[in-house]
């Protein structure tokens, strides 16, 4: 026997097709005795739901679209597994799109696919503007950023916000507390840029703790290894005399450790350096980075409620720019800092 | 002025809407004055092809779905970007399906997109059985397997393969070059495992250069950095005068060289270590990692191009199971291979 269609299960109950999936899904007003019906029918004829097929019956596809700048950064690929994890367990899938940080590639994923193929949008730090994600939610499909950086200040969109100026204090009060005074910054953005909340939070405990943020060396790197590499070698070539590196992320904290190694500066006896995520890589390093962990599991599963939540409630609270924020980022001591050399 | 519908199209030009649509999508049988006729009314309306909605108006969604382990694997992340980059100029988006190398897992993806959600499926090592995939590829749905190992030993299903027993011929073959005779194998796989025509191709390069292939040693290893990094340890305690390690893939390399490090066996001077495929991280580790090199992207492209043949195709060359071969893997050498200490 052929499995029975939506179709047919509405006929045996004598309904409309939207009512047996708004039955389904828990959607729309369905009165009790409509409800019992619809219930009644599926199981007399053994319907199963098929939930891509049914959405696409419906015109819709059940996915969800992980907007990145390149999914070959290796942030990017735990979150999106973790976004993944998530989803499947609602029948939801994850579309992948890169937009290569330019914003006319991200506009045309939007325009493509939001709405349409995907009934909504998670963005990750993937240089959009912010018009173009208003854009799209006015056109039915709600948009969630993921990792906000400053819970303090909500950017007027739906997102999940991570304390990352805390991330930055962490980092620099861990080092202040192994005796550093000489601590270069690395930032893997522009001045004014993503990772400017992180920054602040290393200024602030440098001032806390009575020394001169405004003297210490900072370059503003590519977030990547070999930007963290190339400001690591010019910072420690010119000031031979610092004993540590903060650096706002992981990838830009490791390429600052080869810096180390290729002009022989043992790591940690004679520089000590930290990051921020702590991505697998940062485990996996030798010596292994000692990191502020970022909570990339909650704010995926954050990201996804939020998200489902928007996409139920059909446009109705938009313009709420609701925020969640996730708990507080936390120290991971590794083997990449130690106390400063006399 | 709204955008005009498919349907006002067709209607404009006096045919059905599918004809439209395979005016638009090069497919079906078109006759020549009706195709004119079609072309005339898109231009006549200003008609823009809406491809994603398109698609769901007629209850199909261009997406391809990419079957990996875990995105978070390095070297997926590489490989999907590659797919997406080939996938977007047709309109067509990735759907990322993470099986955790559980069959069962994969088996309900395929179960709930396969045919509906995406039009077709690629497969990187994602541990599913075969049943499976000619199971979804006779419900319509194409299926290619990426990366096979063996071009010599086709699997019956469309596919691409790249040389890996070459791969690691070429990787032996450095390490005999440089004078080593004493070399330990990492496979990271089971002994008869996927890995297994990399260390088929090591051990013929051994035989070939007169060494006794069979009493170097050998340790099957999970395949990341972890498993490299414990079978490596085991090695070289057990073996300190090994002069070199071949590793089936690069993530294993990687970890065999931190083990070095943890042992004070300087890399190269005193250990070399060559890898398989090279990843991002091959370039980026300190010493850069040496390693066979695999054609990732015309894999991705020449994957992405079997599937949309099949696709257009409908299903009618099923059971061909055609073959796609890539160009030949190449030795890239780096910082990890040197000669052999005297």
Known sequence: MPTPTLAEVARHAGVTPATVSNVLRGRGRVGAVTRERVLDAIAALGYRPHLPARALAEGRAPTIALMVTSIANPFYPEFALAVENALRPAGQFLIICNTAGDPDTGRAYLDQIAGTLSEGVLVMNANLDFDDLRATELRGAPVVLCMWERPLDPPGLPCVAVD????????AQH???????????????K???IHAARHEGFVAAMQAAGLDAGAAPLIYAPDTTQGG???????????PDLTAIFATNDLPALGAMQAAADLGLEVPRRLS??????????????PALTSVAVPTVEAAELAVALLRELIEDGGRAAGEA????TSAPHLVVRASTSRAPD
């Open 322 to 325: 609701k925020m969640c924020v």
């Open 229 to 239: 590499y190339a400001a690591a070698r010019e910072m420690l070539t010119r000031r």
């Open 175 to 189: 080092l202040i507390g192994l005796g550093h005074r000489r601590i270069g910054a690395i930032v893997g953005s």
């Open 164 to 171: 990352f100026r805390l991330a930055g204090e962490l980092a």
């Open 191 to 193: 001045a004014h840029g």
């Open 273 to 286: 350096v930290v990051g921020i995520t702590d991505i697998q890589l940062a485990r996996e390093s030798r």
